[in-house]
């Protein structure tokens, strides 16, 4: 449990993170293409070698950087003046903005900030925003959102109105609709049975991810994917149909999060143009059910779109 007994939101939107940093190598960027899907279905596919092979220098997947944001986690499950139960916090949506591309290794500074807090009656929506910027030149690469919720951590407000704080007005929310037409593109790959424990070599050792007690625990009959997990799996399948395995293409990311995936359940990722935007849904082929939705937003398109 945090710091307190209760949650006091004038505490948990001044709260200051501590800069963090995040080192890698090549090794790890294969690691996190392989937890993703990369070169599962061919593993001398032209198209994705590149983020797991060292042939002249790995190519790095844009959703590695939501890694970046993994060990913030740890230090909002003992926030002062935010009350919950860490094990029933649940990831709600991501951003990432990328402005410049991932280097095959480095050292990156982590710069991050309350960006919401959000009472929902039972439960409250913690909004983080992240910057991360090459150490050792301060270059700013990434700007990344990612939107918790936290179960049990609501019903804090002192009047009718609910509490809501954000650093951004609603009007920059992004809104999208699942077209009704058919997708432009569609994507289909099974995960492997041993998924979760091939990503969760990239830093989230949650046990919700591997221990089945602990699965069992938070109501799910095995251990889940992590939610970071299937937005890299459906970005993968973008870059792939879309982008014709040109990575550089991705201008910014959305993900919001819907259900929870089993590993080794059939990702089908459904893909709408929309003049710079990709509209995707990824749905879980043996339930029939939409487990990701969101939008890529693209900086430019090849002539063969």
């Known amino acids: 449990m945090a710091g307190t007994s209760e949650t006091d939101p004038n505490l948990v939107t001044s709260y200051q993170f501590p800069q963090l940093t995040f080192s890698y190598t090549e090794r790890d960027a294969a690691v996190y293409a392989l937890g993703v899907g990369a070169c599962s279905k061919d593993a001398v596919d032209d198209k994705e070698l590149k983020y797991v092979y060292h042939h002249e220098s790995i190519q790095v997947l844009p959703t590695f950087a939501s890694l970046f944001s993994v060990e913030f986690l740890s230090w909002i499950k003992q926030m002062p003046g935010l009350a919950f139960d860490p094990s029933l916090l649940l990831h709600g949506q991501q951003y990432i903005e990328i402005y410049k591309s991932l280097p095959s290794n480095g050292c990156i500074l982590n710069k991050a900030t309350i960006s919401g807090f959000h009472d929902k009656g039972k ?16 270059v700013l690469l990434c700007v990344q959102r990612m939107s918790l919720y936290l179960r049990g951590a609501g019903g804090f407000s002192k009047s009718s109105q609910p509490y809501s704080f954000s650093k951004y007005p609603s009007s920059q929310a992004l809104t999208y609709k699942i077209p009704k037409s058919q997708p432009f593109a569609v994507f289909e790959e099974c995960t492997q049975p041993s998924q979760a424990l091939l990503y969760r070599l990239s830093g989230d050792y949650n046990p919700l991810h591997s221990d089945p007690r602990v699965a069992e625990m938070a109501g799910f009959s095995l251990p889940i994917l992590h939610g970071l997990c299937t937005l890299g799996f459906a970005v993968r399948a973008i870059i792939y149909r879309i982008c014709h395995g040109d ?40 339930r029939n059910k939409a487990a990701l939705s969101g939008v890529v937003t693209l900086k430019y398109f090849t002539s063969s779109l």
């Open 123 to 138: 439960s409250a929506i913690l909004e983080v925003e992240i910057s991360s910027y090459e150490k050792e030149s301060g």
């Open 247 to 286: 990575q550089n293409m991705i201008r910014n990311i959305t993900g919001r999060f819907l259900l929870h995936v089993y590993p080794g359940e059939t990702l089908i990722t459904e893909m709408w143009v929309e003049g710079m935007r990709v509209v995707y849904q990824l749905k879980v082929k043996e």
